[in-house]
Nanobody
Framework: QVQLVESGGGLVQAGGSLRLSCAAS????????MGWFRQAPGKEREFVAA??????????ADSVKGRFTISRYISNARTAVYLQMNSLSPEDTALYYC???????????????????WGQGTQVTVSS
């Protein structure tokens, strides 16, 4: 059973930081690109950041560049991906999703449809 499980969300004041984690299991995700997306109430799901299977390439939405950092733990036994979020603002409030995409897809352009597997999300709330 394929599972992506996010954790690390919570309530933080503006200017604060959070680190999200995503644990992938059920298949070998070491060759998959991984991404983070978010969805605020009443809005469409949007791309936040993505990282290639070997962590050699990273991509970010313009709105988070310089504030968020995506990274991943690579091994044959397990895959984990992280999102370090700094200088948070109320506009970052959303449900954050972890996702996985095959390396042959256009995972790098942030297209939701390029990702094959999704977690259930972890809530991030930033108070002003």
């Amino acid at each position: 059973q394929v599972q992506l499980v996010e954790s690390g969300g919570g309530l933080v004041q503006a200017g604060g930081s959070l680190r999200l984690s995503c644990a992938a299991s059920g298949r070998t995700f070491s060759t998959y690109a991984m991404g983070w997306f978010r969805q605020a109430p009443g809005k469409e799901r949007e791309f936040v950041a993505a990282i290639s299977w070997n962590a050699g390439n990273t991509y970010y939405a313009d709105s988070v560049k310089g504030r968020f950092t995506i990274s991943r733990y690579i091994s044959n036994a397990r895959t984990a991906v992280y999102l370090q979020m700094n200088s948070l603002s109320p506009e970052d409030t959303a449900l954050y999703y972890c996702a996985a995409a095959t390396s042959g897809s256009k995972w790098y352009d942030g297209t939701v449809g390029a990702y094959n597997y999704w977690g259930q999300g972890t809530q991030v709330t930033v108070s002003s």
